[in-house]
């Protein structure tokens, strides 16, 4: 089988590593990268930390608005499905990439795969969940990593082509979590001691483009008593200047670019709870069993906040800094997100459909 997989933004990478790997062991492969994220340390890392292939195509959109970004992509992404003539479309999660490749699949009668089916914060202000509701309705596989996702589907009247395979990001972590402990330096590198220190990061727009709402994230992060290091996204860093908030931030806290993947993991890791508003890194500090604050009033990983180890605290300054110095998992830590091996049941999956 040919199988064109798109990817385009730092979690896609991710979460194509562990399938990219499966896929090419039995079948052809064509690698699009969008261009969506192009900076070295939002791309370039995750490549070499996680040997991913050299995409076949990077169609080099870059940023933008979102009509423009997504229909610059749609036009690209059409002309290489044309070209490439695949048996399937696989795209991942919710970014303008997953959406502008499912939607130029669709429309040329390729079969879609999601991976990362069925997620809902239903929150409709929120890029991701229009991308998701979008993808979701026009795909022919749809690959939910939680029994959650499932029945929200099912809510919405999905329910061929809809199963559980488990979470790649669980692939993705279990296989490279023991690789991190023993390359990563990152902790020697900043003079941390385990557990002795915070990770944290925020890019979501329902914090970053409100003034009011950054700045009570950095008034938190200063005000409390405790050792930060912040990661930080391009988006943010743009805001954090254009606020005047850059200056008193790094004179408080541990501000560095965005690490790869692998440092990433050594510092969540080692860290004594994490701070942020991405999906991803919720179900990270879930599955390393690491109590978890996120900056968001609501979730798509509504298991993590029931099982007691993730608590919504918005953008409230209180509630950031009770949270910073009070929340404690405390609950057991499941397997909501399957037993791992989810690349090979995706993979099982589209043999019994092709
Ligand atoms: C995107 C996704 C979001 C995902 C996030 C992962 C959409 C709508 N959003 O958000 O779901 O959680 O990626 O990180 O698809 N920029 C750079 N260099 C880069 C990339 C971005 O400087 O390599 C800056 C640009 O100023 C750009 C801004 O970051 O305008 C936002 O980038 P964009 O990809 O549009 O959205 P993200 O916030 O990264
Ligand atoms: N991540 C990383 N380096 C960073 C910040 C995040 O490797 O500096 C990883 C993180 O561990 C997770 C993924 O990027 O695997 C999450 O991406 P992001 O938060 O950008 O997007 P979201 O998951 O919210 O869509």
Redo the contacts with the bound molecule.
């Keep these: 089988m040919k199988i064109l997989s798109i990817i385009g933004?730092?979690?896609q990478f991710?979460k194509c590593a562990p399938l990219s790997r499966a896929i090419r062991k039995e079948h052809e492969e064509i690698l699009v990268h969008t261009g969506q994220h192009y900076d070295a340390?939002m791309s370039d890392v995750?490549f070499n930390d996680l040997s991913i292939p050299e995409p076949e195509y990077n169609l080099s959109i870059g940023s933008g608005l979102h009509g423009e970004q997504t229909g610059k992509m749609l036009i690209e992404i059409e002309k290489v499905i044309l070209k490439e003539k695949p048996d399937m479309v696989l795209v991942y999660?919710?970014?303008n990439s997953t959406l502008a490749g499912a939607l130029a699949a669709s429309k040329l009668h390729i079969k879609v795969a999601h991976v990362e089916a069925g997620l809902r914060s239903f929150d409709r202000r929120m890029p991701?969940e229009i991308n998701r509701v979008m993808t979701d309705h026009i795909s022919n596989l749809l690959f939910c990593p939680t029994e959650t996702a499932v029945i929200n589907l099912k809510n919405e009247g999905v329910t061929d082509g809809v199963c559980n395979v488990g979470d790649v990001?669980k692939d993705?972590l279990e296989y490279n979590r023991p690789i991190a402990e023993k390359k990563s330096t990152i902790l020697e590198n900043l003079g941390l001691s385990p557990k002795e220190f915070m990770v944290a990061?925020v890019?979501?727009p329902s914090n970053t483009d409100s003034v009011e709402n950054l700045s009570s994230i950095v008034k938190a992060f200063i005000d409390v008593d405790e050792t930060i290091v912040f990661?930080v996204?391009p988006r943010t860093e743009k805001y954090l200047k254009e606020y005047g908030l850059w200056d008193e931030l790094c004179q408080h806290v541990k501000v560095i670019s965005?690490?790869?993947?692998l440092?990433?993991?050594k510092l969540?890791n080692n860290s004594k709870k994490i701070l942020?508003?991405?999906?991803?890194?919720q179900k990270?500090a879930y599955m390393l069993g690491v109590p978890c604050v996120t900056m968001r009033e609501n979730t798509e990983w509504v298991e993590t906040v029931e099982d007691g180890w993730n608590i919504l605290v918005g953008a409230d300054y209180g509630k950031i800094v009770d949270a910073i110095e009070g929340f404690e998992g405390i609950g057991k830590v499941r397997n909501v997100f399957g037993k791992g091996a989810s690349s090979d049941k995706i993979l099982h999956e589209i043999h019994s459909v092709c």
């Design positions: 933004a730092r979690p991710i340390e995750f999660g919710d970014t991701e990001m993705a990061t890019h979501r990661p996204h965005p690490v790869g993947y440092d990433m993991l969540m942020t508003d991405s999906g991803g890194v990270e």
